[in-house]
């Protein structure tokens, strides 16, 4: 969870005094803000809680977008896809008597808190959301709920046959290209003069005992030691590829220093095989099954319930920026 900072130029309250509606008269819209927006069997979203999270997505934008009306019914849809789609799991969830015991939950709110360093932080981060304590455990709850959905849903995904592995390798061979590699140290210097001498010194030391020494670069304190670099990849390496292993390159200037790299290894560009590859096709599988069998399952869940939405609530919802 990462906190939410208004940006300048919009000043949003997140309240239904920042939501305005359609009605003036204060009496109206205290009974309007219960009333339902969308219905999902017996799951209700109020239009307070609508408006509320109309407004928390809308907090980070710049007072331009906040007031496009694509912006704003780009909002409204995505809270409104995923009310229903949480409902239709939660429901699905009691229907198959998947719960979240007190342990559980516990548990993920412990892991979840010690990411921050202090509980001062942990709530300041909550209120800059504008959502309290109880209201983020329900959330996660909610969420350890879905994950034993997805879990269940997916009981029935069997592990992929040499015949798929075999046939996605051969339908996509350009994903298992590899470009050519090389294996690189490097020492960085702030001065050209001290980096001509650090090259010289190369005759009698080794780049790792002198980057562990001189460079000014996060990896001098390991020996230099960049690693691979794919070609193309890091514009500033893209010299090195011309180097001959084990002899340093010319020294070139960045905007780190004045680098002298060696070229310990290279790997010329290559496809992986079908045994190299397995692991990662084994999860695209996976990935693809799991995404198909979940759309599959969502609408049979739409076409047995009761989902309805109230339009006129939901334009009446509208955004002040000051």
Not at 49 to 59: A, H, P, T, Y
Not at 118 to 132: G, N, P, Y
Not at 271 to 286: C, G, N, T, Y
């Amino acid at each position: 969870m990462s906190p939410m900072a208004a940006r300048i130029g919009l000043n949003l309250i997140l309240s239904l005094a920042a939501v305005l509606l359609t009605s003036c008269h204060s009496k109206s819209n205290s009974q309007k803000t219960q009333q339902p927006v969308v219905k999902v069997n017996s799951r209700v979203l109020t239009l307070k809680d609508f408006s509320n999270q109309v407004g928390r997505k809308l907090k980070d934008l710049d007072s331009l977008s906040a007031k496009s009306e694509e912006t704003v019914l780009f909002v409204k849809e995505e809270i409104i896809r995923s009310f229903i789609t949480r409902s239709l799991i939660l429901d699905f969830a009691e229907s198959k008597k998947l719960t979240v015991t007190s342990n559980e939950l516990d548990n993920e709110v412990k892991e979840l808190r010690s990411s921050y360093p202090d509980d001062v932080t942990f709530r300041k981060t909550l209120a800059e959301e504008s959502i309290s304590f109880s209201e983020w455990q329900e959330q996660l709850k909610a969420r350890l709920i879905e994950k034993k959905v997805f879990a269940h849903i997916n009981e029935k995904i069997k592990t992929p046959t040499a015949e798929e592995l075999n046939r996605y390798y051969t339908q996509n061979k350009d994903q298992f290209k590899t470009k050519e590699r090389v294996y690189i140290r490097q020492i960085v210097v702030e001065e050209l003069s001290k980096a001509e001498h650090l090259k010289s010194e190369l005759k009698k030391q080794s780049l790792d005992k002198l980057a562990s020494k001189y460079s000014i670069s996060p990896e001098g304190k390991s020996g230099g030691l960049v690693g691979w670099i794919s070609k193309g990849d890091v514009d500033l390496f893209d010299p090195v590829f011309s180097y001959k292993v084990g002899a340093p390159g010319p020294v070139f200037k960045s905007a780190f220093g004045y680098h002298i790299v060696l070229v310990e290894r290279r790997s010329p560009p290559s496809v992986q095989s079908l045994e190299e590859a397995k692991p990662r096709i084994i999860r695209q599988i996976l990935s693809l099954k799991e995404q198909a069998l979940f759309t599959e399952w969502l609408d049979a869940q739409l076409r047995s319930s009761r989902v309805s939405r109230d339009n006129n609530l939901i334009n009446a919802v509208r955004v002040d920026t000051k």
